[in-house]
T-cell receptor, first 109, second 115 residues
């Protein structure tokens, strides 16, 4: 059972465009994490959000945690080819992570 | 520091064969995890070890066994491999399970093909 639904599944955009990836659940999580994974490698943590309504910025990446702590979004401004990768959200519950299926982002030069 | 290391990187098995995937971390972390990643399914937790000497089942434990050999090492064993176990396997570790938002550090993965 997939607790976390990510959308879209695939996203292909031109360099300089903006994009948003969504992560939704019917469950409440203690925290929500976003990871990026490049081909042939393990996921690497980008950010953790803990408080409902929290917004965190990491350079051109903006992460938001929903007020009810059930959903989150990742917004990338002026995407660059280096942003290409698989973006995974993961909700923490009972000290374990449940991952979404991921969004594959391709940024064309 | 090497972080989390996994061996082997790639393995081909025949149905019914057994094998052990090795994982080690040098960050003095207490908790370790095994996941499998399949297309369209994300990462699914197989087993985890909250601390040395303890192991617990995750979401998809059937067909697997684990051993927390010591604080550094956590192995995953397939006793009788099946084609459904073809996947990419990731090991991860965290400092502790206690607390919110513990960062999971992942290894590079083991790609397993079962024929």
């Amino acid at each position: 059972t997939q607790l976390l639904e990510q959308s879209p599944q695939f996203l292909s955009i031109q360099e300089g465009e903006n994009l948003t990836v969504y992560c939704n659940s019917s469950s409440v999580f203690s925290s929500l994490q976003w990871y990026r994974q490049e081909p042939g490698e393990g996921p690497v943590l980008l950010v953790t959000v803990v408080t409902g309504g929290e917004v965190k910025k990491l350079k051109r990446l903006t992460f938001q945690f929903g007020d009810a702590r059930k959903d989150s979004s990742l917004h990338i401004t002026a995407a660059q080819p280096g942003d290409t990768g698989l973006y995974l959200c993961a909700g923490e519950d009972d000290y374990k992570l449940s991952f979404g299926a991921g969004t594959t982002v391709t940024v064309r030069a | 520091n090497a972080g989390v290391t996994q061996t082997p990187k790639f393995q081909v098995l025949k149905t019914g064969q057994s094998m052990t995937l090795q994982c080690a971390q040098d960050m003095n972390h207490n908790s370790m995890y095994w996941y499998r990643q399949d297309p369209g399914m994300g990462l699914r937790l197989i087993y985890y070890s909250a601390s040395e000497g303890t192991t617990d089942k995750g979401e998809v434990p059937n067909g697997y066994n684990v051993s927390r050999l010591n604080k550094r090492e956590f192995s995953l064993r397939l006793e009788s491999a099946a084609p459904s176990q073809t996947s990419v396997y990731f090991c991860a570790s965290t400092r502790s399970v206690a607390g919110y938002g513990e960062t999971q550090y992942f290894g590079p993965g083991t790609r397993l093909l079962v024929l």
